[in-house]
């Protein structure tokens, strides 16, 4: 996961980006995270993410992970509204992934059909050349 002024999965989705922002400071600058311990606040986001992503799909983790992030998160000393917005800044940071998976995916130089087999699965064809036959005779006079 991309911390303050990192990467984000969001890059090149301008609106995305700028919510994912918000909501990354926003969640970090609530009264009731800036007093969690130093290991609780540096883990929040993490856990906010982990406890929505489980379940089936890409980019989706065992549901028991899920649940003991979703537990982290009811065990922190802040009030419900930022405990809501921890988990809301986590959908925000599976929709960027989301989005960034579907941009990897879809931008890829072969998609186009002509560059597809049947299955609609991706190849490259690569030409391989012999050097010409003189290239031969002169490596023979050095050997």
Same mark, same amino acid.
């Given at each position: 996961?991309?911390?303050?002024? =990192?990467?984000? *999965?969001?890059?090149?989705?301008?609106p $995305?980006? =700028?919510e994912?922002?918000? =909501?990354?400071?926003?969640t970090? %600058?609530?009264?009731?995270v800036?007093? $969690?311990?130093?290991f609780?606040?540096?883990? %929040?986001?993490n856990?906010? &993410?982990?406890? &929505?992503s489980?379940?089936?799909g *890409?980019?989706?983790?065992?549901?028991?992970?899920a /649940?003991?992030?979703?537990r982290q998160?009811d065990?922190?000393?802040?009030?419900?509204?930022? !405990? /809501?917005a921890?988990?809301e800044?986590g959908r925000t940071y $599976?929709?960027?992934?989301?989005y960034?998976?579907d &941009?990897r995916v879809?931008s890829?130089?072969?998609?186009?059909?002509?560059y =597809?087999?049947?299955?609609?699965?991706?190849?490259?064809?690569?030409?391989?050349?012999r *050097?010409?036959e003189?290239?031969?005779r002169g490596?023979? !006079?050095?050997?």
């Open positions: 996961m991309a911390g303050l002024g =990192q990467p984000t *999965p969001a890059d090149g989705n301008p $995305l980006e =700028q994912l922002q918000r =909501q990354r400071r926003n970090m %600058a609530m009264p009731g800036r007093k $969690l311990k130093a609780e606040r540096n883990n %929040a986001q856990w906010a &993410v982990d406890a &929505v489980g379940g089936e *890409p980019g989706r983790i065992l549901q028991s992970r /649940d003991m992030s979703r998160i065990l922190l000393d802040i009030p419900q509204e930022e !405990k /809501d921890l988990l800044y $599976l929709k960027a992934e989301d960034a998976r &941009v879809k890829t130089k072969f998609d186009n059909p002509d =597809q087999l049947s299955g609609g699965t991706n190849y490259r064809e690569f030409t391989i050349s *050097p010409p003189a290239a031969y490596a023979k !006079k050095l050997g």
